[in-house]
């Protein structure tokens, strides 16, 4: 019976830290693209307008940081996104109705 050696659990070890960091990539990559696609769909495609697809960008951010316990980066991120969203979602009115 073969005995696992020293070299052979740090080669695993490297192996979950490399999976753990694929999986970590793509629940971000996923939960941008699905708030992309509701913010973009309910602001422009529905026409209910860009605080309530913002809303709708937060609330899938956070269901997928609560689902899948994701760290202080994420949620560090996140908030970044939603503080330059709510004040991009000021500014651009108010500069489109100087135009006018």
Same mark, same amino acid.
């Given at each position: 019976?073969?005995?696992?050696?020293?070299?052979? /659990? #740090?080669? *695993?070890?490297?192996?979950?830290? !490399?999976?753990?960091?694929?999986? !970590?990539? /793509?629940? %971000?990559?996923? /939960?941008? =693209?699905?708030?992309? $696609?509701?913010?973009? /769909? *309910?602001?422009?495609? =529905?026409?209910?307008? %860009?605080? #309530?697809?913002? *809303?709708?960008? $937060?609330?899938?951010?956070?269901?997928?940081?609560? #689902?899948?316990?994701?760290?202080? $980066?994420? %949620?560090?991120?996140? =908030?970044?996104?939603? $503080?330059?969203?709510?004040?991009?979602?000021?500014?651009?009115? *108010?500069?489109?109705?100087?135009?006018?």
């Amino acid at each position: 019976m073969a005995q696992a050696s020293a070299q052979d /659990t #740090a080669e *695993l070890a490297a192996h979950q830290e !490399t999976f753990s960091g694929f999986l !970590t990539a /793509t629940v %971000w990559v996923c /939960t941008h =693209i699905a708030q992309a $696609v509701m913010l973009l /769909t *309910l602001a422009f495609a =529905i026409g209910a307008g %860009w605080f #309530a697809g913002l *809303l709708a960008y $937060v609330a899938i951010g956070v269901a997928a940081g609560l #689902a899948f316990r994701m760290s202080g $980066v994420y %949620w560090a991120a996140q =908030i970044a996104q939603w $503080v330059l969203l709510g004040i991009g979602g000021v500014i651009v009115p *108010l500069l489109a109705s100087i135009g006018h």
